[in-house]
């Protein structure tokens, strides 16, 4: 953690001497003898990761390290405040001399004894050169997919699968309890996708709790199972009324996973119909408390660990994709490892993603193995059980910053990473491909909270309320860095609290929350070197000006009911790199100069944005994302300032867009979202006469989105001809018409594609070439007239899904799932030849 400190400090001096050399004027010098030590600093504490030195004296120097650096960070960004306020004051600045002073008193005081004194006191200690793990960079790479099997637990399957089977006289709940780490919410995606369960369940629902629980979207997640009316905006009294209505008949299965406490378990039960005895829950708890309140007539089932043939089995399948490949000269040494994670799964899932980096050659691997085999045990030799995956987690290090390569790619790799490791675990992906929502294992969840609390890396911290009504930790927020605050916002800020050193601030409040005008300030005032702040669920009644003296700032998220400039003022916060906009509003006025920003890389809102300046100037090369830009916008003069876009999105009326040719200089840009907004006018009344010729697409366009365009099904064969898109999604009434004949030779790289609310009847290939050669997935939604999907096209893809189409169309699709269940078993199907998926009610 001192390493990272150490290199956010030396960025923000490389950029702070780069693009603000007038607010440093005089101190140039020092803080290039203040970037050597620290470059310095950086290279000894990553020789001494390299070698693993985990002594309690190094831990200790680690930490009087990063103290030096945070102090070094405090006081430059305090100094570079207040010089910024001097400059706009237009008055002789005398804290550019004083930035100066401070920086030479930090080498000379704290950086360089701090340093020296590490260095001796670290040549003293003994350093072993093994290592049980080293960089992760190129790690060969093992994941566990969603189809892939798997391991052990079928005695355990089978006994839950016969509870849930067995008859009963009312609401039934089943309950699998367990330490963490043990495997629970994995024999529950056993049991969700066992095909017995699926037949015998028409309507069978996963229900994600965790700790930190919101009842409104669980609800919501239910109902999403059996109607696509958008309820988000109804009350959470509401909301448990419909599900008890929808669950009151039918039989159905609802698993809900990780369910924390008592109180979370009650407020669910609420919403369920105790009288359906066709109706099944089963719940995942480390609490037994929580199992017996949920079901006092049945004893809670108690999950045990793998034996040991399913922890060898589960750790080959880790580190060679599958069992009974493992060497003979590796087998002793292997078993001899996954003896050593006593059954616990997600400990022999992190200890094989170690030994993966350690395929080489059978004499190296057999060496590395032993290294692994003699560090795992003593990492887990712990007699608390409970300590024993934090102890595991502990040995991955940071994935290191890669040359060349943006923010977001770095980000996207990082996330991967965690992933295949199993240390992340993926909820959706997006259609290209990419992780789209994930969440992480709760023991591990809970170990990174210890580690970054004040006490271990003063990292991040939560203010809470007490029962009794007073703030928790509130006295140490003047030493606290990050900070996040869920429920009693406002209380909060009442207090006037101060976080001088507080550099991120999160508001994760489960409702919206109205802040007074004159509370507004009070923010401002409290984080004065603020860098990060995220306060969606703050709704703020105007624009807080103030927030133009945070030049640190790298990030905001508000939101106002009626946000509708963003001033000019904020064309200041020369570090700003990302900008999103909640609001109501349908046009949103850009009155700052974004594409002089030089940081800025990305600006999200749904509104129409409206950019007041666009005329020659600096390139913001930086800038990625611009969502919702209005059409008159879209010209020459802003693509040139903004030529990096890879994501945009345009809302207004598109009609404007037809003759435009400046699309097609957008080079870089894959993701394009087209929104047509005929306001004051309705959008059905005021359709699109056509579409762009496709030399006036952007020409590495991947990812198309088409909403409200009211096209005719004629003028897909303008998509068509977009060789590089892979995504299409037709989203309210993209095209209309009651016939789309396709034909062959078109949407020759179309991997993905969304069709919803369309009054298509008749969808037809015509000819005999290849039509959709790469399709793979097609999603059908509220295609209400749609009689069936070509056979054709049906026959070549992966993954069907439909909801709310016409019976007849269900039945085609069924018939030929069938037919490929005929041909290639039921087995190979399921694992990847056609996977048809039918809403409820459908059939």
Known sequence: MAEAAVTFLLENLQQLVTDQINLISGAETDLAELQNELDLMKSFLQDSASKRVKSELFKTLEKQIRDIVYTAEDTIDTCVSQAAAGSLLRKLNPNRLSLAKEVKSLRDEKVKPAFEEARMKFATLQIADESPLKDTSDLRKVSLSAEKKIVGLDDEAEKIIKYLNEDSKELEVISIIGMPGLGKTTLAVKIYRDSNIQYEFPTVIWVYVSEEYNKKDIFLTILKKFTQQDMSRKSEEELAQLVKEYLTTGKFLIIMDDVWTVDAWDQIEAALPKSNRYGKILITSRYENVA????????????????????????????????????????????????????????????????????????????????????????????????????IISLKGFIKEKSGKSLEVIAEENLKELVNRNLVMVDKMKPEGEVKTCHVHDMI????????????????????????????????????????????????????????????????????????????????????????????????KKFPTKITQLIHLRYIALSGDDFKVLPEGVSKLWNLQTIVINTNSRTFEIKADILKMMQLRHLKTKAAIILTKQGKGEVGEKLQTLTRLSPQCCTKQVFDRAPNLKTLGIRGQLLALLDNKSLANLLHLKMLKLVNDAFPRVASENPLQGLPQPDRFPP?????????????????????????????????????????????????????????????????????????????????????????????????????????????????????????QMKYGEQSTRRGGFKLIIAPGDE
């Open 292 to 391: 017996w309140r949920a079901n006092r007539e049945r004893l809670p089932h108690r999950l045990r660990f793998l034996n040991q043939d399913e922890s060898w089995e589960l750790l080959q399948l880790e580190v060679f994709g599958k069992e009974g490949v493992c060497p003979p000269e590796l087998e002793l040494t292997g078993k001899l490892i996954a003896e050593q994670c006593d059954g616990l799964p997600l400990a022999i899932v992190v200890i094989g993603g170690i030994l993966v980096d350690k395929l080489s050659s059978i004499g190296d691997t057999k060496a590395e193995w032993k290294k692994v085999s003699d560090s795992v045990q003593t990492y887990i030799s712990n007699d608390d059980k409970n300590r024993r995956m934090e102890n």
């Open 445 to 540: 969840r809970e170990f990174c909270k210890r580690e970054a609390a004040f006490k271990n890396q003063n990292l991040f911290e939560e203010i809470r309320m007490s029962k009794d009504g007073v703030f928790e930790n509130i006295s140490e927020m003047q030493k606290f860095r990050r900070l996040c605050v869920h429920s009693y916002v406002v209380d909060f800020f009442l207090k006037r609290p101060k976080g001088p050193k507080v550099r991120s601030f999160w508001c994760f409040s489960k409702a919206d929350i109205s802040l007074a005008l004159e509370h507004i300030p009070f923010i401002m005032d409290t984080f004065s070197l603020l860098r990060v702040f995220d306060v969606n669920p703050i709704r703020f």
């Open 700 to 820: 590495n366009l991947r990812i198309l989105t088409l909403s409200s365009t009211f096209l005719d099904w004629k003028h897909m064969y303008v998509l068509g001809m977009l060789n590089n898109l892979e995504v299409l999604k037709l989203k309210e009434n993209a095209f209309m018409g009651n016939t789309w004949e396709v034909v062959a030779g078109g949407f020759n790289s179309l991997e993905f594609m969304y069709i919803a609310r369309t009054d298509l009847q008749l969808w037809t290939l015509s000819g005999q070439g290849d039509h959709f050669p790469k399709l793979r997935c097609l999603v059908l939604k509220n295609c209400e007239k749609l009689h069936e999907v070509p056979t054709r096209l049906v026959e070549k893809l992966q993954t069907l899904d439909m909801e709310r189409v016409t019976k007849h169309a269900v039945h085609c699709a069924r018939k030929i799932e069938q037919e490929k």
